[in-house]
């Protein structure tokens, strides 16, 4: 009713009839009216009609005043309903009893009607003010909130991009004398780790960088989050030296003891111009981040301009891998492995090229690594070895035999439960049994997960395949602990033993004792690199028999492997 001419409700609380409407007559022009006998009744209109304000005898039966007036303000639903007393003369010390209990004001009878409107409206004006006053704090909170959230990232407490790069300027600006320099790392492979971990294992170790960079940027610079996996500081170029940055990450990192090896690597710039944009600075810390990426030799680099052509070429080949492969740009060759002994080729090994449409031929050098980086390396393999297999199929649908053809498997394979699963089905799809395809992984591969490869090493050779390990003593890793932990059937040794000229001997002499072990150990050996009529003559002296390289035959097409086959299967 009066509600709806947008007037106050006043609840009156009286026991005297007459002093209630008395009351209702002074105020019915300000308020909208709503009576009471008592407390106990007041509480109960309360609670179906709410008020605005509240005036209030202290003096009646069943539930008093000042019981009312505590009961309410115990109450969070009605706290905050401003509270008038209303005493006589004649009550001593309830006026101070009434503020005490959280009324607002008292007015004392005789009422002068104006003058006590005017108190009651100052009243509920000072209820209305403190509560502008409380809403203006939570909306100041709410903003200081957000601000926060801007301004740092959540996750890891680390300022966000915007934020790091205007403090950033900042800081650098009013250096004077101080050289910075800025700092961008990137965690290897996080996208798999989260793939094969999940969320929660990735946002420990995100946490965990974050808590580990704030301690260094600690009264000295900047810590900031950017992506996903990229972090970045700004400090002073003297303060502390890149490979401890790194050292230390990898410390704190390798405590929680995840089952995955995770590499940190980092791009530095040392700021020679204070007067370009922290963007920018970090955009080359970027470059010479991306120009180590990946590497088993480095971890960090300083940017220089000649990494610009670099990094172009490999956002060209990240740009255009995925259509690349759906689109058939590439295809395995096959180069022969050749035996001294017998005079013809024993097996082969599937390499992967990509033609691409204008740049023609790009060599697995310029792609390999950044793939892995990516996880693309993942479907690479897959389709190098179904490529194989359908290799295989058509060579024994013609000639009926084929010579075992051996395929690349990345470190990022053996996180793949399903990795033997997905042989067995390659195998049953093209009628193939494990013996055709045999298995090459390389040293570093073991090195970044010992315990999980021969696990997996295990499971394979179980069900039939061989494996090998490419490129043995080119690796990171001791490669006899490799031979001592890993059942494998054989090595690919390194091309390096097979390059320069032999001067002294003692690559000869290490040679022919890694030939020697090998058949001690029961396994085949072959060696990789091989051009030249004097290296093979090197290795028939060692007194190896399997051999890889140009000098016999360069990889070649799959038409033209099947021809060459054709021609090793007339052969008496």
Same mark, same amino acid.
């Given at each position: ?314 956002q060209m080949l990240r740009r255009e891998m995925d259509y690349a492969l759906e689109s058939g740009q590439f295809s395995i060759f096959i180069q022969p492995v050749r035996s001294l002994t017998q005079g013809r080729d024993v097996a082969g090994e599937a390499l992967v090229r990509w033609f691409h449409p204008v740049r023609q031929m790009i060599v697995p050098d310029r792609f390999l690594a950044l793939f892995e980086r990516s996880g693309f390396i993942r479907r690479l ?11 295989? !199929?058509?060579?024994? #649908?013609? @000639? +009926?035999?084929?010579?075992?053809? =051996?395929? /690349?498997?990345? %470190?990022?394979?053996?996180? *793949? ?48 395949? !061989?494996?090998?390990? #490419?490129? @043995? +003593?080119?690796?990171?890793?001791? =490669?006899? /602990?490799?031979? %001592?932990?890993?059942?494998? *059937? ?83």
């Amino acid at each position: 009713m009066e509600r709806q001419e947008k007037k106050a409700a006043m609840l009156i609380v009286d026991d005297q009839e007459t002093d209630r409407s008395v009351l209702a007559q002074i105020f019915k022009d300000a308020f909208a009216i709503f009576e009471a006998v008592n407390g106990q009744a007041a509480l109960c209109l309360l609670e179906k009609c709410g008020a605005d304000v509240i005036l209030l005898d202290t003096m009646m039966p069943v539930m008093d005043g000042f019981e009312f007036l505590g009961a309410i303000r115990r109450d969070e639903r009605f706290a905050d309903i401003p509270v008038v007393m209303i005493t006589s003369r004649e009550e001593s010390g309830s006026e101070v009893r009434a503020i005490e209990l959280g009324a607002l004001d008292c007015l004392v009878r005789p009422l002068h009607p104006a003058v006590a409107v005017r108190r009651v409206q100052n009243v509920m004006a000072r209820a209305e003010n403190e509560w502008r006053k409380i809403e203006q704090a939570a909306q100041l909170r709410q903003i200081e909130e957000m601000r926060q959230k801007i301004e740092r990232d959540p996750l890891t407490g680390l300022y966000g991009r915007e934020s790091f790069c205007r403090r950033a300027a900042e800081l650098i600006r009013q250096a004077g004398d101080i050289r910075y320099a800025v700092f961008c790392f990137d965690i290897s492979f996080f996208k798999v780790l989260n793939d094969l971990f999940g969320m929660e294992m990735g946002d420990l170790v995100l946490r965990t960088v974050g808590a580990y960079l704030r301690h260094v940027a600690s009264g000295l610079g900047l810590a900031g989050r950017f992506t996903a996996d990229r972090f970045v500081l700004a400090l002073p170029e003297a303060a502390v030296g890149i490979e401890i940055i790194l050292q230390g990450l990898d410390d704190a990192v390798a405590a929680l003891s995840i089952p995955h090896h995770i590499q940190f690597y980092a791009g530095v710039y040392q700021v020679a111009d204070p007067t370009i944009s922290v963007e920018q600075m970090c955009g080359y810390a970027n470059m010479a981040l991306a120009s180590v990426k990946g590497s088993q030799q480095r971890q960090s680099a300083v940017y220089d301009e000649a990494m610009q052509e670099k990094i172009r070429e490999e956002q060209m080949l990240r740009r255009e891998m995925d259509y690349a492969l759906e689109s058939g740009q590439f295809s395995i060759f096959i180069q022969p492995v050749r035996s001294l002994t017998q005079g013809r080729d024993v097996a082969g090994e599937a390499l992967v090229r990509w033609f691409h449409p204008v740049r023609q031929m790009i060599v697995p050098d310029r792609f390999l690594a950044l793939f892995e980086r990516s996880g693309f390396i993942r479907r690479l393999d897959r389709f190098a070895c179904e490529e194989a297999c359908k290799l295989l !199929r058509r060579i024994l #649908d013609e @000639f +009926g035999r084929a010579l075992p053809l =051996s395929v /690349n498997i990345s %470190r990022l394979d053996f996180y *793949d439960e399903d990795l033997v699963g997905f042989f067995l089905g390659l195998m049953e799809k093209y009628c193939l049994t494990p013996d055709h395809l045999w298995l090459e992984l390389t040293e570093n591969t073991y090195a970044a997960n010992p315990r999980q490869v021969v696990a997996v090493v295990r499971r394979l050779r179980d069900v039939g395949f !061989r494996v090998f390990v #490419d490129g @043995f +003593g080119s690796g990171q890793t001791s =490669s006899l /602990n490799l031979l %001592r932990n890993m059942p494998v *059937d054989g090595i690919k040794i390194a091309a390096s033993f097979m390059e320069g000229e032999e001067s002294d001997g003692r690559r000869q002499t290490i040679l022919q004792n890694l030939l020697t072990m090998a058949r001690d150990l029961h396994m085949i050996a072959a060696v990789k690199g091989v051009e030249r009529e004097d290296e093979v003559a090197r290795l028939r002296a060692a007194g190896g028999d399997l051999v890889q390289g140009y000098y016999f035959a360069p990889p070649l097409s799959e038409d033209d492997y099947v021809a060459r086959s054709r021609g090793e299967a007339s052969r008496p």
